[in-house]
C-alpha cells in the first residue's frame, strides 16, 4: 500500500528537520527519528502517511481527522507537534511530528529478558497494567479507541519507566478510509492479527472492549513470551495460557473475562479492570448485584432491546443463572464480619429507639398536662 522513499540519515525535510535514523516501516510508510534543527536539535519522531496524498480530497480529509489527535494531552501518550505536508521526489508526502520517547518498546524489553531465558512475571504485568489502564481510560474518553495494541506499541520511558501508548491505529484507520474513499484501493482492517479481537479483524468493528481484549494478548504474550497464535486455540476459539505461565487466580479471571470471545461478555472499561484487580470481592459482589438488578420480581431479566444475548437464551436459563449468582453472592458477603459488627451495632440502635420513646412518651405527657392547666384556668 505504501509508496513511501526512503529519507537518508543526514537528509533535512522543509529546511527544519534532520534525519537521524529509521525507526520502522509500517504499511502506511517509514517512522523516522530526527532532530528539529529550529529548537536546538531536540528529538522528534517524524512518521509518515505516503498513501494518503494520492489524492487532495484524502488530504484533506485525513487531515481533518487527523487534527482530532492534537486534542490528546496526556503524560503518557507522546505529544503531536504538526502534520508536514512536503514533496519527496516529486511525491506529495504527509509526516506527522511527534515528540520522541527515549526507551526500549516492550517487545525489545520481551527479547532482551528471554535471552536471559525468562519473561515478564505477574507483578511486572500488573504494576504496567494499574499504569496503562488510566491512559486507556483517557483516550475512551475522548471517543478514540486505540486499535492496535501490542508490545511493539507500548515504549517504556527510560526517564520515569512509564508506559507510553504510541501508533494510533485510528490514524491509520483515517488512512486507510480516506484512501477508500477517494481510490477505491481495497480497504484495509487496522489492527495486527493474534492482538485484535476477531470482530475487529474481521468485520472492522472496534469498541472499548476491543482495545481492552487487545491489551490482554498483550499481557498473555509478556507473561508467557509466547507470540498469540501459539496461546490461542482458532479450533475452540480458546485462550490456552494457563498451561504455560502461573498466576493468581484473581489476575487469571480478570485476564480470561478481558479474553471473552463476545465483546459483551467482556469489561466495558478500563476503570472496571482497574476496579476487578483492587478489589476482586467488591468488584464480583457489584456485579453480581447489577445483575441482580436486571431480574425483576417473577426472576426474568428485563427485556432490553439491544441485548441479542437475552433473545438467544431461554428465560428458564437465565432465572437458573441468576439464582446462581444470587447463590454466589450470599457467598462473597463477609458474613462473620456482619455479624459482629451487629453484635456491637443492635444494642446501640435498640438503646436509640427506646431513648426516642421515652422521649416521645415525656413530650404527650408533658404537652397533655399543659392543656389541663390551660383549660383549668379558662373554667
Ligand atoms: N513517539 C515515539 N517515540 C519513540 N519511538 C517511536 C515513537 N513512535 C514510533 N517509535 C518507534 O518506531 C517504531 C515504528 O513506529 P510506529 O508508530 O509503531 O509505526 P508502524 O508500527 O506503523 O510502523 C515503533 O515500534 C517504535 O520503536
Ligand atoms: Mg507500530
Not at 76 to 103: A, H
Not at 222 to 236: H, M
Not at 312 to 324: D, M, S, T, V
Not at 346 to 369: D, K, Y
Request: charged share 20%.
Amino acid at each position: 500500500m505504501s509508496n513511501s522513499s526512503l529519507l537518508a540519515p543526514g537528509s533535512t525535510l522543509e529546511k527544519r528537520y534532520r534525519i537521524l535514523r529509521e525507526l520502522g516501516r509500517g504499511g502506511f510508510g517509514r517512522t523516522y527519528l530526527a532532530e528539529d534543527i529550529n529548537r536546538y536539535g531536540e528529538r522528534c519522531v517524524l512518521k509518515e502517511f505516503s498513501p494518503v496524498v494520492h489524492s487532495t480530497k484524502a488530504e484533506e480529509l485525513f487531515a481533518r481527522e487527523a487534527s482530532m489527535l492534537y486534542q490528546l494531552h496526556h503524560p503518557q501518550i507522546p505529544r503531536f507537534r504538526e502534520l508536514l505536508r512536503t514533496d519527496l521526489s516529486g511525491n506529495r508526502s504527509l509526516f506527522l511530528v511527534q515528540d520522541y520517547i527515549e526507551g526500549p518498546t516492550y517487545e525489545e524489553l520481551l527479547i532482551a529478558r528471554q535471552q536471559q531465558g525468562r519473561s515478564f512475571s505477574e507483578a511486572e504485568v500488573t504494576q504496567m497494567l494499574f499504569q496503562l489502564l488510566p491512559v486507556l481510560e483517557y483516550i475512551h474518553s475522548q471517543n478514540l479507541i486505540h486499535r492496535d495494541i501490542s508490545p511493539d506499541n507500548i515504549i517504556q520511558n527510560n526517564s520515569d519507566k512509564l508506559p507510553f501508548l504510541i501508533d494510533f491505529g485510528s490514524v491509520k484507520q483515517i488512512a486507510a478510509n480516506a484512501v477508500y474513499q477517494f481510490s477505491k484501493q481495497q480497504d484495509t482492517a487496522i489492527g495486527k492479527q493474534g492482538y485484535s479481537p476477531p470482530e475487529q479483524m474481521r468485520l472492522g468493528k472496534v469498541s472499548v472492549a476491543s482495545d481492552l481484549y487487545a491489551l490482554a494478548v498483550t499481557i498473555l504474550v509478556l507473561l508467557t513470551g509466547n507470540k498469540p497464535q501459539k496461546l490461542y486455540d482458532s479450533n475452540s476459539k480458546t485462550w490456552n495460557w494457563r498451561s504455560r505461565v502461573q498466576v493468581s487466580q484473581n489476575l487469571g479471571s480478570v485476564l480470561d473475562k478481558m479474553l471473552a470471545e463476545q465483546p459483551r461478555d467482556r469489561y466495558q472499561s478500563a476503570k472496571e479492570i482497574r476496579a476487578a484487580l483492587k478489589d476482586p470481592k467488591l468488584s464480583q459482589i457489584s456485579s453480581i448485584l447489577s445483575q441482580i438488578m436486571t431480574v425483576n420480581f417473577v426472576g426474568r431479566p428485563f427485556q432490553s432491546g439491544s441485548q441479542t444475548a437475552s433473545s438467544k437464551n431461554p428465560p428458564a436459563a437465565h432465572n437458573h443463572q441468576a439464582i446462581n449468582n444470587i447463590r454466589k453472592g450470599f457467598k462473597l458477603v463477609p458474613w462473620k464480619a456482619v455479624a459482629s459488627l451487629s453484635v456491637v451495632l443492635l444494642p446501640g440502635m435498640l438503646a436509640l429507639i427506646w431513648s426516642h420513646r421515652v422521649l416521645v412518651f415525656l413530650n404527650c405527657r408533658n404537652s397533655r398536662r399543659f392543656q389541663m392547666r390551660q383549660l383549668q384556668s379558662l373554667k
